[in-house]
């Protein structure tokens, strides 16, 4: 089995200027600088996945479902969204659907939607518009031991978050 780095950097190195040009990417890559300016003032390093895709591209205005957000504007949910936040943070029934930290790391068909662990939504990173109830998160408490934080699709359509381990996993599931 390939390594997905090797995937991603072969992809970066061979694709980059054809997607440019072709449109399926908006815009270059967020340069080094950008990425360690967006680091300092978010105070954490962001994953490895979406590090190299903001390499290379610096947002996706078609997004996966939502438009992705150029580095300059990721921040934190509470303050990019801060009242669909707080609908979901102090409207969320702790009681019946907050799952523990452990269970809270099930993906795939045994994951429901509805059930999760909810503060981690107090230091999630928004990494998309909020668009038609949904907003792509990652998920800076929940991290692997390569550094990826989990992903999220938070959205009412689906009443809850939809997880994957990684950006890259959530990435080659959306598509």
């Known amino acids: 089995m390939r390594d ?8 970066l190195d061979q694709t980059r200027d054809a997607a ?5 990417v908006d815009s270059p890559g967020a340069t080094e600088a950008q ?3 967006a680091e300092q ?5 962001l994953p490895p996945s979406y590090r190299k895709f903001l390499q290379l591209t610096n947002g ?7 438009p992705l957000l150029p580095i300059e504007q ?6 990019k969204e801060p009242d669909y936040a707080r609908d979901w943070i102090e409207n969320w029934d702790w009681e019946m659907f907050d799952l523990s930290e452990a269970d809270h790391r099930v993906y795939g ?4 939607s509805s059930y999760f662990h909810a503060a981690y939504l107090q230091t999630a990173l928004q990494i998309s518009e909020q668009q038609d109830g949904y907003v792509y998160l990652l998920n800076p408490e929940v991290v692997t031991p390569e550094g990826e934080w989990e992903a ?4 009412s359509k689906i009443l809850g978050a939809q997880r994957w381990p990684s950006f890259w996993e959530m990435v080659q599931e959306e598509f």
Request: hydrophobic residues 45%; contains cysteine; negative net charge.
């Open 20 to 24: 440019i040009q072709s449109g399926w």
């Open 60 to 66: 996706w205005p078609c997004g996966l479902t939502e």
């Open 152 to 155: 999220w699709i938070l959205g």
């Open 109 to 112: 068909k045994q994951q429901e």
């Open 35 to 37: 990425l360690l300016a």
């Open 41 to 45: 003032r978010l105070g954490r390093r």
């Open 74 to 79: 990721v921040d934190l949910f509470q303050v």
């Open 4 to 11: 997905p780095w090797d995937v991603i950097d072969h992809f």
